[in-house]
């Protein structure tokens, strides 16, 4: 059985405007949106307290020893006799995945943390499963007055809240006295702040009103035809 010393991470994935040192918060994002794209039913576990030089059994009967600070994940699917590792850097958020040999797992999987499915306003999918922004984005090709719509994900930091930035751009056709438009929505829809390029806001207002919260993802992007 050979021995491989990893001890670089080969860059995969990454969200947008992680801190420094990645948190279990944020290596938890990383690798539920990796997983996301799976369609075979799982369960992911996270190992607490990694410490440098564990070593994990790949599909090819080497033993790869982990020579970095991470966090480390296992993902046991439910239908299918396959597992695998998927490993975070501390330092940047790269992630690389590694098959598990035969789908043995860890040894102590037990002991592992099961890391719940995320959900956003109680839905997996916002755009299909509310029905206010699934019944808003049908509604755009009927709506006549704006040239693009683009909806950005938040998430209010330290909590589990999210809300929904409606960026819109109007037609230079169109009689708007505004070129564009912003709404803040929450997650039944309730405009919660609203900004236009037509009036100038005290300032200070938008920059209090972000300051608590993250850029999590574009969840759609529309433009006129």
Same mark, same amino acid.
Not at 144 to 170: P, T, W
Not at 172 to 190: A, L, V
Not at 194 to 220: H, I, Q
């Given at each position: 059985?050979?021995?491989?010393?990893? *001890?670089?991470?080969?860059?995969?994935?990454?969200?947008?405007? *992680?801190? @420094?040192?990645?948190?279990?918060?944020? @290596?938890?994002?990383?690798?539920?949106?990796?997983?996301?794209?799976?369609?075979?039913?799982?369960?992911?576990?996270?190992?607490?307290? #990694?410490?440098?030089?564990?070593?994990?059994?790949?599909?090819?009967?080497?033993?790869?020893? =982990?020579?970095?600070?991470? $966090?480390?994940?296992? /993902?046991?699917? !439910?239908?299918? @006799?396959?597992?695998?590792?998927?490993?975070?850097?501390? +330092?940047?958020?790269?992630? =690389?995945?590694?098959? @598990?040999?035969?789908?043995?797992?860890?040894?102590?999987?037990?002991?592992? $943390? #099961?890391?719940?499915? $995320?959900?956003?306003?109680? /839905?997996?999918?916002?755009?299909?499963?509310?029905?206010? *922004? $699934?019944?808003? %984005?049908?509604?755009?090709?009927?709506?006549?007055?704006?040239?693009?719509?683009?909806?950005?994900?938040?998430? #209010?930091?330290?909590?589990?809240?999210?809300?929904?930035?409606?960026?819109?751009?109007?037609?230079?056709?169109?009689?708007?006295?505004? +070129?564009? +438009?912003?709404?803040?929505?929450?997650?039944? +829809?309730? =405009? !919660?702040?609203?900004?236009?390029? %037509?009036?100038?806001?005290?300032?200070? =207002?938008?920059?209090?009103?972000?300051?608590?919260?993250?850029?999590?993802?574009?969840?759609?992007?529309?433009?006129?035809?």
């Amino acid at each position: 059985m050979k021995k491989i010393i990893l *001890l670089i991470i080969a860059p995969f994935a990454f969200l947008s405007a *992680l801190s @420094a040192q990645i948190t279990q918060e944020e @290596a938890d994002r990383i690798i539920l949106k990796r997983i996301s794209q799976e369609a075979q039913s799982y369960t992911v576990y996270a190992k607490e307290d #990694v410490q440098t030089g564990m070593t994990i059994s790949a599909f090819d009967e080497e033993l790869i020893e =982990l020579d970095y600070v991470c $966090r480390v994940y296992y /993902v046991r699917y !439910i239908d299918i @006799a396959s597992g695998r590792y998927l490993i975070v850097k501390e +330092s940047d958020g790269n992630l =690389l995945e590694i098959n @598990a040999k035969n789908d043995a797992g860890p040894s102590d999987l037990a002991e592992w $943390r #099961v890391v719940p499915e $995320r959900t956003i306003c109680n /839905v997996k999918n916002p755009l299909t499963d509310l029905s206010w *922004l $699934r019944e808003y %984005c049908k509604s755009l090709n009927e709506t006549q007055n704006f040239s693009s719509v683009r909806i950005d994900l938040y998430k #209010v930091i330290g909590k589990d809240e999210y809300v929904f930035k409606i960026s819109i751009a109007y037609s230079e056709f169109d009689n708007s006295p505004c +070129s564009y +438009s912003i709404e803040w929505r929450n997650c039944i +829809s309730e =405009l !919660i702040f609203c900004v236009f390029s %037509c009036v100038t806001p005290m300032p200070g =207002l938008v920059e209090e009103f972000m300051k608590d919260k993250e850029f999590v993802a574009e969840l759609f992007h529309f433009v006129k035809q």
